[in-house]
Each structure stands twice: as C-alpha cells, then as structure tokens.
C-alpha cells in the first residue's frame, strides 16, 4: 500500500520553527519527486518546496529564505524546515510525490500522483 505521512505540525509562535517529516512507503520511490503544498483554510492549495532524486529544490516565493526541503533516500524521508514563520503559513501542509526527475516540474504540475492526508501548522500568538 502506497503511503505519504507527513507529522511535525502544530502550534507555533510568529518567529517561531517547526520541522515537517513525510515518510513514503509502499512502491520504489526512485525517480520521483517529492514536494510539500499547502492550503490555508478557505483557500486554493498552493505550492511550497520540491526536491527530487538528485536534490535539485524548487521553492515558491513566500518560502524562498525561510524553508529548507531536504531528502533522505532510505527510507525516503522528506523535510521542511520552516523558521520566521508568519501567521500567514497557517494551513494544512500535504506531502506529495510526482513520478519525474524534476523538482521545477513538479512545481508546475496539474496533480500529483500521491497524496499524504496533510498536517496542520498554526502560527498564532
């Protein structure tokens, strides 16, 4: 059975850090990518950081000098590191993966081909 579970999340203080974990099983994840989305409540999910096979990252704008994608190829482990955060990163934050060898690819996909069931993160004082 095909699984992403991501954990890590909870309640942070503006300014504050948490890091996210994703670990996949279930299939050979060689060759996919694997990135983090996510959805404030009320809103479109939207994309965060990518990272695939050979470490190339893609980071959306708000992310960029503030989170860290990084990787572990056994078991496949994914990671966020969030620092600085803002009460605007609250939301659910999903782990998924997409069967290409690039990060900047899965940035710009449609739909993904897993899904985790997502982790939520607030930032409120």
């Known amino acids: 059975q095909v699984q992403l579970v991501e954990s890590g999340g909870g309640l942070v203080q503006p300014g504050g850090s948490l890091r996210l974990s994703c670990v996949a099983s279930?299939?050979?994840?060689?060759?996919?990518?694997m990135g983090w989305f996510r959805r404030p409540a009320g809103k479109e999910r939207e994309f965060v950081a990518a990272i695939d096979w050979s470490g190339g990252t893609t980071y959306a704008d708000s992310a960029k000098g503030r989170f860290t994608i990084s990787r572990d190829n056994a078991p496949v482990t994914v990671y966020l590191q969030m620092n600085s955060l803002k009460p605007e990163d609250t939301a659910v934050y999903y782990c998924?993966?997409?069967?290409?060898?690039?990060?900047?690819?899965?940035?710009?996909?449609?739909?993904?081909?897993?899904w985790g069931k997502g982790t939520l993160v607030t930032v409120s004082s």
């Open positions: 998924a993966a997409l069967d290409t060898d690039s990060s900047w690819y899965l940035a710009r996909a449609s739909d993904m081909d897993y």
């Open positions: 279930g299939r050979n994840w060689n060759n996919y990518a």
